[in-house]
């Protein structure tokens, strides 16, 4: 069966950094695209990154270009989310998705919250 696991959530000041990680299983991770979704308190869950299976092409959100980068490690079975210059409006739960069959395959989710 499917599964996706969050890690590498935690708390960070203004201006940190952290690499979150997300383990995949039960599928064909290296001919999936892989996203990166947040959702924040009282909002829509939203797309923050995409990466293609080869690892090649990107698409970032405008609030996070050039502070986030996501890559993956086929070998690992493994994408992750590097994110620096965090800003507290980056506080939210981070997701793992996949889309397999037309259907979407989540984690559990990881918190990321920056605050001084």
């Known amino acids: 069966q499917v599964q996706l696991v969050e890690s590498g959530g935690g708390l960070v000041q203004p201006a940190g950094s952290l690499r979150l990680s997300c383990a995949a299983s039960?599928?064909?991770?290296?001919?999936?695209?892989m996203y990166w979704y947040r959702q924040a308190p009282g909002k829509e869950r939203e797309l923050v990154a995409r990466i293609r299976p080869g690892g090649g092409t990107t698409y970032y959100a405008d609030s996070v270009q050039g502070r986030f980068t996501i890559s993956r490690d086929n070998d690992k079975n493994t994408v992750y989310l590097q994110m620096n210059s965090l800003k507290p409006e980056d506080t939210a739960v981070y997701y793992c998705?996949?889309?397999?069959?037309?259907?979407?395959?989540w984690g559990k989710g990881t918190l990321v919250t920056v605050s001084s």
């Open positions: 998705n996949t889309i397999i069959a037309g259907r979407d395959y």
């Open positions: 039960g599928f064909f991770f290296s001919s999936s695209f």
